[in-house]
């Protein structure tokens, strides 16, 4: 595996087709991450990966919703992952870390000492040494709780992306730098240790989805009591379709170029198969 002077992984080894077990071929069961053994990932490899192949695999990330079933990413991705020689990771992000019954931890990428942002990247470095990849960017997508994750690990690393697709979250983080994390950005440095950069996000390719339907707010409409409520968290709208137009213009007015999609006649509902449609058009390009 090659790395650059920041840290970013390039391109894994070129090792040989015996060094592949039969279960780290095509759809992988879930592999505990070396760095956290509370945390795991799945994997899908595509049917025309061979080691010794000169072209280094693409990078798909695909993150779960609050039901947590990284599996159905594996699947509803495999076709995507074996035209476009594209590695897909699914990672799962369990309930119940660090608190007892705890859901949504992830979401926010940071809670309590756990940085599940860098705990994707620590997973995305070790599939880097088994696996020839080009991993220095790629494409990430998340519904529901994963699109609270997808839009926050854009904010936090956006040098590390070529594209993000943004399904249906319930509760986002405007680009506001008048307000403090989560509602806004305006004390992101404190938090992440370094600044938001404006320009990384401009280079990347984003899109938000959400059905025209999903209007239900049995489930966002948060209140005070709520681990990550603060004052002004539901100011960017009721439903899900209300803020993910919000999140849209804030990017915007940041010189953001966003592909909203506002599917017809479906409610809260995976809308992958949109995003991948995305994701084949920004892998074209490159």
Known sequence: MSQSANGEIAVGPNGNASDLGFYEK??????ACQADQRFSYCLYVPK??????????KLAVFVHGTGRNPFAYQERAAGFADEHHCLVLCPLFPCGIPDARGTENYKFVSF?????????LSMISEVAEIYRLDAARFCLFGFSGGAHFAHRFLYVHPERLSAVAIDAPGVVTLLDF?????????NF?????????????RKVA????????????????VQPGWPFWMEG?????KTRVERLASLGESLRKHGIDVDHCVVPGVSHELLLEPALDFFTKVLRRQ
Do not use: M
């Open 206 to 221: 984003v899109q938000t989805l959400v059905g025209s339907d999903d209007t239900a707010t049995w489930e966002i409409a």
């Open 233 to 237: 968290i539901t100011a960017s709208g």
């Open 26 to 31: 095509g759809a992988t069961p879930l592999f």
């Open 189 to 201: 440095s404190s938090i992440f240790g370094k600044e938001l950069n404006l320009d990384a996000l």
């Open 112 to 120: 309590k000492g756990i940085r599940f942002d860098l705990l994707l």
């Open 178 to 186: 008048e307000r403090d994390w989560w509602c806004g950005v305006r």
């Open 48 to 57: 025309s990966y061979q080691p010794s192949d000169p072209q280094p695999l």
